[in-house]
């Protein structure tokens, strides 16, 4: 159940906040100075890989080679994943979207102090595998992390919108951003490719019971990113 709480923003690292499990954060972060963070699909699919793994607080041996089975066979991975491990996670991951100099995250916090510790974790990370990549140093994102607390239910479902209807800003997906593969609006409107790494039925399964367009009907007729806001 959401909260009516009021709306906040959350700087990582500065302050603590008293998030409770349950409640839900839209995150967003952009590369410093506006520049991009992501160079290519490889880029891409290890910010993807992080953002699903990551969820799960245990330290992960090997993670340079599950990347690599992930890249190679990303369905057979989800598929074969031990699950088990997935009922300990931290948090949420509700949709997302990568854009070339920023991210969205929908997340719910389900172990008090996760979201913190998930969002460090995978900027850190991030950080560290671009670095070492490309020879560079120093910080690739615009400092901590943004976060605004979602008050409702209405909010949800706006933000979900706002999120999926990010790829307009780029020329070719433009009211084509169904079509986006680097966003969680196909698996939302479609169909899941994440499996349980994606908890998107806190969204679609408001929409159950009717035909399968709607939710994609509900982001396609949303006022979300007529004006920005986030």
């Keep these: 159940m959401l909260h009516n709480l009021k709306r906040f923003y959350i700087i990582s690292g500065m302050k603590r906040y008293n998030i409770a499990p349950g409640e839900f954060l839209h995150i967003y972060n952009r590369g410093i100075a506006k520049s991009v963070i992501f160079f290519n699909d490889r880029d891409r699919k290890r910010f993807l890989f992080l953002i699903m793994m990551f969820q799960i607080p245990e330290t992960m ?46 997340v719910r916090e389900v172990k008090e102090g996760g979201v913190s510790k998930y969002m460090q974790r995978l900027q850190n990370a991030y950080t560290k595998y671009i670095n070492t990549k490309y020879d560079r140093s120093g910080h690739l994102l615009q400092g901590a992390y943004k976060a605004v607390l979602i008050e409702n239910n209405e909010q949800l479902l706006y933000v979900s919108s706002y999120i999926h209807k990010n790829p307009r800003e780029i020329k070719e997906y433009k009211n ?9 609006y ?17 969204l679609t399964g408001q929409f159950s019971g009717k ?17 920005k806001i986030f």
């Design 61 to 106: 041996k090997n993670i340079d080679r599950m990347f690599k089975n992930f890249v190679l066979d990303p369905e057979t991975y989800i598929k074969n994943f031990d699950s088990a491990q997935l009922k300990n996670r931290q948090v949420e991951l509700v949709s997302f979207c990568l854009m070339p100099n920023h991210f969205h995250l929908l």
């Design 176 to 184: 084509k951003e169904i079509k986006y593969f680097w966003s969680s």
């Design 186 to 202: 196909q698996d939302c409107a479609l169909v899941n490719r994440w499996g349980k790494f994606l908890k998107h039925d806190i």
């Design 211 to 227: 035909n399968s367009d709607t939710y994609k009907n509900f982001v396609e007729t949303s006022p979300a990113k007529e004006n």
